[in-house]
């Protein structure tokens, strides 16, 4: 199987947000589709905006298999940060390297941009899990956020 690895287009919509369903229920974090509708038109971005939506398609079929988050934030300390959120697979294609070839593609893509690090929140739930997966491409746990939530 080939994959392709491209920005985010409109009729990605349905894929995605059962790909953000799948990845809510894993997590265990409650999914608001009328939020998630509202912020799509957010989520197409120009290929050279400092925001971006990964898709992960499968060539043979056009089938929408993964997706991540992209974003580059100059932060209040003058540091270029790079940011990877919500990055998922869909089940039937877990296991067989396409995260990991996603990952590999959103750092290029966040190095390309000239980011001065780059980071990933993980939620403390599958911190264990997350880490173990996340170390293999040279993260390492540095911040620890705490939240409010209303």
Do not use: C, H
């Not at 995260?99 to 403390?124: F, H, P």
Request: proline share 1%.
């Amino acid at each position: 199987m080939s994959i392709i690895f491209r920005n985010y287009k409109e009729d990605d919509y349905e894929s995605t947000t059962e790909l953000m369903r799948q990845l809510s229920k894993a997590y265990q974090v409650e999914f608001d589709e009328a939020k998630w509708k509202k912020a799509s038109r957010l989520r197409y971005f120009s290929p050279d905006s400092r925001g971006q939506t990964l898709v992960a398609e499968n060539k043979e079929t056009g089938e929408v298999i993964g997706m991540g988050f992209i974003s580059a934030k100059l932060e209040s300390t003058g540091l270029y940060v790079g940011y990877l959120n919500d990055f998922t697979i869909r089940k039937e294609y877990s296991g067989r390297g396409i995260g990991g070839e996603m990952a590999l593609k959103a750092i290029e893509i966040l190095e390309s941009w000239k980011v001065n690090r780059i980071r990933i929140n993980i939620l403390m739930a599958v911190k264990d899990y997350m880490l173990a997966i996340v170390e293999k491409f040279g993260f390492r746990p540095n911040y620890i956020v705490a939240e409010k939530i209303y």
